[in-house]
């Protein structure tokens, strides 16, 4: 059976190894590349595990298959932004990055959080269909992918 965790920092070496993972196999989904991320020292890894954000991981099992992250932007406490989304291509159709938006949301909603973004890849229609039927909306808000890059991700949002 399936689980929700919160990776805290003694859990960096899972965190990381999901992380590649989701960078290898999706790279045009998040802003970092895989080759960037391959060269963060552990302690960056720990740091960004105990930065008091939620960072989610569905393990069944022995091993994590999905994650998710939300981060509250010091400057706008109303605001959450949702990040990281990822389900390994074994562990998709299961349900996993809907239990897990499922959490991010409830989490923000219980900390007074009044709305909740995150951004969709041009051309990610899976995505978008899952945020779009968890009641996020499109903004037509558009930037780059990162620095650099044609990929173009959309703003979404949902007021809670």
Do not use: C
């Amino acid at each position: 059976m399936a689980t929700i965790e919160r990776l805290g920092p003694d859990d960096w070496q899972e965190f990381r190894e999901i992380r590649l993972r989701a960078l290898a196999d999706a790279p045009t989904a998040f802003g970092m590349t895989l080759a960037d991320a391959e060269h963060q020292l552990d302690e960056a890894w720990k740091a960004r595990l105990d930065q008091g954000d939620p960072i989610l991981a569905v393990r069944d099992g022995d091993r994590l298959v999905a994650m998710g992250a939300g981060w509250h932007p010091p400057e706008d406490p109303d605001r959450m932004m949702a990040w990281g989304m990822w389900t390994a291509p074994e562990a998709r159709g299961h349900g996993h990055a809907r239990a897990l938006l499922g959490w991010l949301v409830e989490h923000a909603r219980t900390r007074g959080v009044t709305t909740v973004e995150l951004h969709v890849t041009d051309g990610n229609d899976t995505a978008r269909r899952l945020y779009e039927e968890q009641g996020f909306v499109p903004t037509g808000e558009w930037t780059p992918l990162r620095e650099g890059s044609d990929l173009r991700i959309e703003l979404l949002r949902r007021h809670l």
